[in-house]
């Protein structure tokens, strides 16, 4: 089975070309700031990156002949985890999204080449809307703003099949606390599964990071919108994208961030360390949605390179239970594992509806 993978992001696009279980070929595609400003909206950069994708399989001389295409999920409406097929009410419903975003294009890429190819299937998988709540953790304070659930399902979900098979047991098996520290922060309890409460990581809750602004006070917020001092798009970016450690510090870098603590920056190590603190605290609370009964916290994304971070997370939470590091990301073997299996008829492929 030969699969082409494809997740594009909001600075750059991955692609991904696996033979079976083994990666042919990986490639992070960059795009500069001033590269993007040329497209008013997101979605008109879609041919744009659709032919960069081509382009590379071209001067990697792969020819263009696959058994699927396998895009990263949108912001689609809330489902359960899973392999799901691109249909018509996906494509119609990722053109109307909640919100503006690169991953968006995911689908949309993966059935516009899908469809060039004779017998080629179009698939996405555990998209960042996985809703599989508890009806407990869908409730607060105001039953205008029912909770709704947008974080990094694909990597919490590939890290945990990974510490389970490390383990010599099955995600299905475990109670698990999973963490993906990246530019955008989501704490996942997973229960025997299912993820039975996660965040809303993009729009703002749960800790900082270093875009967003995570939780923030209710009435300063409503006090701010109607201040006069920003217009309702400026307000979203100081959310997310100019929220977070780029607000406070005027960098997301972590390792610049970390150069200057060590030469005596106390102002970016308080910041740094209240981050860290928020996200412990985060993990707690994911300890009380298992009762306590947790088999392991497992801190994955990019700033799992750092050690700062992740020992600090570590000495705060360990009492609860073991602490394990997967730096980075397996988003696109991911992809790729949850294509083979739908190909193999392993998994099941669920129809969006």
Known sequence: MKLLIINPGSTSTKIAVYEDEHPLLVRT????????????????????????????????????RFDAIVGRGGLLKPIAGGVYAVNDAMLNDIMHAMRPHACNLGCLIANELAQELEGCRAFIADPGVVDELDELARINGSPL??????????????????YA????????????????????????????????????????????SPERAGTLPAGDLIDLCFSGRFTQSELKKRI???????????????PAIEQH?????????????????????????????????????????????????????????????????????????????????ALRGELEVKEYV
């Open 29 to 64: 595609i960059r795009h500069p700031i001033e590269e993007l400003s040329h497209y008013p909206r997101i979605i008109d950069q879609f041919e744009f990156r659709k032919e960069l994708v081509l382009q590379a399989l071209r001067e990697e001389g792969i020819p263009f």
């Open 145 to 162: 703003m029912p909770r709704i659930t947008i974080w990094h399902a694909l990597n919490q979900r590939a890290i945990a099949r990974r």
């Open 165 to 208: 098979k490390e383990q010599g047991t099955t995600y299905e098996a475990l109670n698990l606390i999973v963490c993906h520290l990246g530019g955008g922060i989501s704490v996942g309890a997973h229960l025997k599964g299912r993820a039975i409460d996660v965040p809303n990581a993009l729009d703002g809750e749960g800790p900082f």
């Open 240 to 254: 997310c994208g100019r929220a977070g450690l780029a607000a406070h510090l005027g960098t997301t870098d972590i």
């Open 261 to 341: 603590i060590a030469q005596g920056d106390t102002h970016a190590e308080l910041v740094l360390n209240a981050m860290i603190y928020q996200v412990a605290k985060s993990i707690g609370g994911a300890a009380v949605a298992l009762y306590g009964r947790v088999d392991a916290i497992l801190l994955t994304g990019g700033m799992a390179h750092s050690t700062y971070i992740t020992s600090r997370l570590a000495e705060r939470v360990s009492f609860l239970a073991p602490v394990r590091v997967y730096p980075g990301e397996d988003e696109m073997e991911a992809l790729a594992l949850n294509g083979l299996g």
